[in-house]
């Protein structure tokens, strides 16, 4: 394998992992731990914290380290108000062309949710089931790009999300979310889906309000 490339799936590992918090907001990450690990040089690991840093992944101190970058609530609560905007009016477009096999589409995702609560699992993978339930409304309309420019500006929401699920661990309240929407979907409810999307969309900040001001307080930027 060619460095350059070698160098390409180093970063995507990392930036996976810092997603999914393997790497905790401010946790400390240096070209050494990073050249100790994969087994390289210094300069392809100073590359490698380049990319995260142009990412917004983390965040470098000239001459001192470099650490994962800490949540922005401000950032996260527009990030939060966009999907609201986008998603109300992406659902509102599916239900114009709601068909039996889109239908089936969303319940066999259901299911799967289902089927994963009932047995041990990595949080992750609840979160992917999440984004394949929001990302299916995007498909189903032709609107996969915009879903890929909102997935693009989304890192400090989506390591949001993680933190809800892995901190709060409340999928059970997840889960029942989806079901309600795709009730409202399927009865084409069109006055009920602001309200519901919008507590669905912000129930994680109040999932997590207690956190936010404790135990988590540390992984959000004050400034």
């Given at each position: 394998?060619?460095?350059k490339?070698n160098?390409?799936n180093i970063?995507?590992e990392l930036?996976e992992?810092?997603?999914n918090l393997e790497?905790?907001?401010g946790?400390?990450?240096t070209e050494q731990?990073?050249s100790?690990?994969?087994?390289?040089s210094?300069?392809?690991?100073?590359?490698i914290?380049s990319?995260l840093?142009s990412a917004?992944?983390?965040?470098?101190?000239?001459f001192k380290?470099?650490?994962?970058?800490?949540l922005?609530?401000?950032?996260?609560?527009?990030?939060?108000y966009m999907r609201?905007v986008?998603?109300?009016q992406v659902?509102?477009d599916?239900?114009e062309?709601?068909?039996?096999?889109?239908?089936a589409?969303?319940?066999y995702?259901?299911?799967?949710?289902?089927?994963?609560?009932?047995?041990?699992?990595?949080p992750?993978?609840?979160?992917?089931?999440?984004?394949?339930?929001?990302k299916?409304?995007?498909?189903a309309?032709?609107?996969?790009?915009?879903?890929e420019q909102?997935e693009?500006?989304?890192?400090?929401?989506?390591?949001f999300?993680?933190?809800d699920?892995i901190?709060?661990?409340n999928f059970?309240a997840?889960y029942?979310?989806?079901?309600?929407l795709v009730?409202?979907?399927?009865e084409?409810?069109?006055?009920k889906?602001?309200?519901?999307i919008?507590?669905?969309?912000n129930?994680?900040?109040?999932?997590?309000q207690?956190l936010i001001?404790?135990e988590?307080?540390?992984?959000?930027?004050?400034k």
């Open positions: 394998m060619s460095t490339n160098t390409e970063y995507e930036k992992k810092i997603m790497y905790k907001p946790q400390i990450i731990e990073i100790t690990k994969y087994g390289v210094r300069t392809p690991s100073r590359d914290l990319k840093n917004g992944l983390i965040e470098s101190v000239p380290s470099s650490y994962v970058s800490l922005d609530m401000d950032i996260i609560k527009q990030s939060i609201i986008i998603e109300l659902i509102k599916v239900i062309i709601l068909d039996d096999r889109f239908i589409q969303m319940e995702n259901l299911k799967l949710q289902e089927l994963l609560l009932k047995r041990e699992f990595e992750k993978e609840f979160y992917e089931l999440d984004c394949e339930f929001h299916a409304w995007f498909a309309t032709n609107k996969l790009f915009v879903w909102i693009k500006a989304q890192i400090h929401y989506k390591r999300k993680m933190l699920i901190g709060v661990r059970d997840i029942e979310d989806h079901k309600m009730e409202i979907i399927k084409k409810n069109v006055k889906i602001e309200k519901v919008k507590a669905h969309l129930s994680g900040i109040n999932r997590l207690e001001n404790g988590f307080s540390h992984y959000f930027n004050t």
